[in-house]
């Protein structure tokens, strides 16, 4: 994948030449001070982004979307989903593991394949805060275009077009490779013989122990860029229609393995804390093995009572006693 | 192959009521749907959600039998309904018992309480080639003799000789005793295990019951000398999706409504919790 050095005025024309493809969305630091990814104009910076509070997956996976829609005496009916294209300014790296990630696990869910298509990511390189805890990756993540370091690389045809009719803020007469790692690698890959570990752990204190503090809030997973488990829910309206939507749920919530009749399969926080645990650093069904955990750290920052996943692994492994 | 969420339109054909809170609904959909023994399907109500329930006989072309508790929210919105009214069903999903370790085979299902229902399904895909199964012995606990399902249609089965049956229940209420009245043991469903009659070497075991059952079952089986490939049994957990998204069933990393819901017994004590 071959590079090109870009002059200034680029990242201002390719935010320009974006926004007639689709809607623009950018993270914007509020007057708050949280970090926001939402509707931007042409005004948008590429150079200055952070990793916003909640991650992409909220436009992929909207936290609650209809699954079809049942008006009264009528047939079921399909969710109607926008055909504009979105155009994501400024993503991070670790965000876009998530997406690849997330690309995997609803590989053949139509709602998601629909927003996906209509998805414009725009990678930058970022800044590693003292909270993120990125794994290494053996090969770069999704994206149409990224920009680093004066540079901007192409991903897909789209991107590839894209570059094409910005040539002329580009120096064509060199190619730089993409850099190898484009996170900060800060963390070690999870050890190989970590399935044992953890099965061998069920009956240690250490999720106990932790969990005793965990308040089941569960702003851990909402804020996760690769946690997407949903509820089903119906609504229904006044004109006696009915929808039935998939809403953002949570696996630290009480009622998330429980059934008819009253059997709870996760009824105590240690096994549910456990539960998270396995899902960021062993995945579930055909991704068993792969780290889900991007190491981003919004769960340490967004967790009231300092619950740290990747200290965990540490112990579990244990690095740290 | 992608997949939506879009249900079928179907009609509550005829409601079996023999069994209070345990009803037998037929549903009946505008095209065929092939829900295989031990697959399920999600039935849906608008307004108040869905729940996956097995078919509890073979699902013949469009019309689908399935033994229904209730138990929730949405049971109870169907026991409200009637025959003639509309309900939604996605599906089939998750993959059934499989009928090819059976053939040729003696097969030893053992059911507790609603546990009867898939495996009556797969009971009656025996029968249709009885020719090509060994024995079938069916051992069925419950709580009591008034919640046994099927119990006409399994005697008489046991009657024309086609299966070895042993009934047990928790309790008894049909006292006194009456010439004419119900006869069975009392105990748990494990315990009609002990001087069982069967040959280990050539019998295919399939059981489905509430979590405890699994717990004192499965190994006994294995224990008995059933190859642990040949145990089959099928795991209730809460689906919602269907199709591996929503991890609600997971359990020890196994997505039991895409990978399962029947295992072997060799694949359950790989899967931490399962049993």
């Known amino acids: 994948m071959a590079g090109h050095t870009y002059r200034k005025g680029f990242e201002k024309a390719l935010v320009e030449h974006l ?95 629909k927003r996906r298509q209509k998805l414009v990511l725009v990678g930058t390189m970022c800044q590693p805060s003292e909270q993120c805890f990125c794994p290494p990756h053996a090969s770069p993540p999704p994206f149409d275009l990224f920009l680093a370091e004066g540079c901007v690389w192409a991903g897909s045809s789209l991107g590839q077009s894209c570059l094409a009719d910005l040539a002329d803020h580009l120096d064509m007469s060199e190619s730089r490779p993409l850099p190898a790692e484009l996170t900060a690698g800060k963390s070690d890959a999870a050890p190989e013989d970590l399935e044992r570990l953890f099965l061998e752990s069920r009956h240690r204190p250490l999720w106990k122990n932790e969990a005793q503090r965990c308040l089941s809030c569960g702003a851990c997973s909402a804020v996760c860029p690769t946690c997407y488990c949903y509820d089903v829910v119906d609504s229904a309206g006044l004109d006696g229609g009915v929808t039935r939507q998939r809403e953002w749920d949570n696996c630290f919530f009480r009622n998330h393995a429980l059934v008819a009749g009253g059997h709870n ?57 | 192959m992608t997949v939506d969420f879009m249900p079928l339109s179907a009609k509550i054909e005829t409601i079996d009521r023999t069994v209070e809170d345990n009803h037998v609904f037929t549903f009946r959909l505008g095209r065929p749907l092939p829900v295989a023994p031990g697959q399920f399907i999600e039935v849906s109500l608008a307004g108040l959600g869905a729940f996956p329930v097995t078919a509890c006989g073979m ?84 709580r009591e003799p008034e919640t046994l399902l099927f119990r006409d249609e399994l005697e008489s089965f ?105 295992f072997s017994l060799a694949e359950l004590r790989n899967i931490e919790g399962a049993i």
């Not at chain 1, 493809?21 to 949280?34: E, F, H, K, R």
């Not at chain 1, 696990?105 to 709602?111: C, I, R, T, W």
């Not at chain 2, 046991?158 to 010439?179: A, K, M, N, Y």
């Open chain 1, 19 to 113: 926004h007639r493809d689709g809607q623009l969305w950018g993270v914007a630091v509020d007057d708050d001070g949280v970090a926001r990814l939402r509707p931007a104009t042409t005004a948008f910076e590429l150079g200055s982004t952070k990793l916003p509070l909640i991650p992409p997956k909220k436009i992929l996976l909207p936290p609650r979307e209809a699954m079809w829609h049942l008006p009264p005496d009528g047939a079921y009916r399909e969710p109607e989903i926008q055909n504009d294209k979105t155009v994501l300014l400024g993503i991070l790296p670790c965000d876009l593991y998530a997406l690849w990630y997330l690309d995997r696990v609803f590989a053949e869910d139509s709602s998601y394949l």
């Open chain 1, 265 to 321: 399969f996760r009824p105590d926080r240690a096994e549910r804390l456990r539960f998270r645990f396995e899902h960021k650093y062993l995945g579930f069904g055909e991704m068993r093995g792969e780290q889900s955990c991007v190491g981003c750290g919004r769960c340490v920052s967004a967790c009231p009572v300092d619950i740290d996943l990747s200290s965990l692994l540490n112990r579990l492994c244990g690095v740290i006693q």
């Open chain 2, 59 to 142: 699902v013949s072309d469009t019309a689908i039998p399935s033994c229904i508790r209730r138990a929730g929210r949405v049971t109870e919105g169907l026991y409200q309904l009637r025959v003639g009214d509309t309900v939604g069903v996605r599906g089939p999903f998750g993959n059934g018992f499989p009928l090819e370790h059976f053939w040729g085979k003696d097969a030893l299902l053992i059911a507790g309480g609603l546990g009867m229902a898939p495996l009556r399904g797969l009971l009656h895909a025996l029968l249709e080639r009885r020719d090509e199964a060994g024995e079938i012995v069916l051992l069925y606990g419950s």
């Open chain 2, 158 to 262: 046991e009657r024309q000789g086609l299966i070895r049956l042993d009934f047990t229940v928790d309790f008894v209420s049909e006292v006194p005793w009456t010439p004419g009245s119900f006869v069975c043991k009392v105990g748990m469903v494990n315990e009609l295990l002990q001087g069982l009659r069967i040959d280990p070497t050539r019998t295919v075991a399939a059981v489905c019951g509430p979590p405890a059952l699994y717990g004192c079952v499965l190994e006994e089986l294995a224990s008995l000398g059933i190859p642990p490939e040949r145990i089959f049994a099928t795991l209730e957990r809460r689906m919602k999706c269907g199709v591996g998204e929503c991890c609600h069933c997971v359990t020890g990393g196994t997505f039991i409504c895409r990978q399962g819901p029947v």
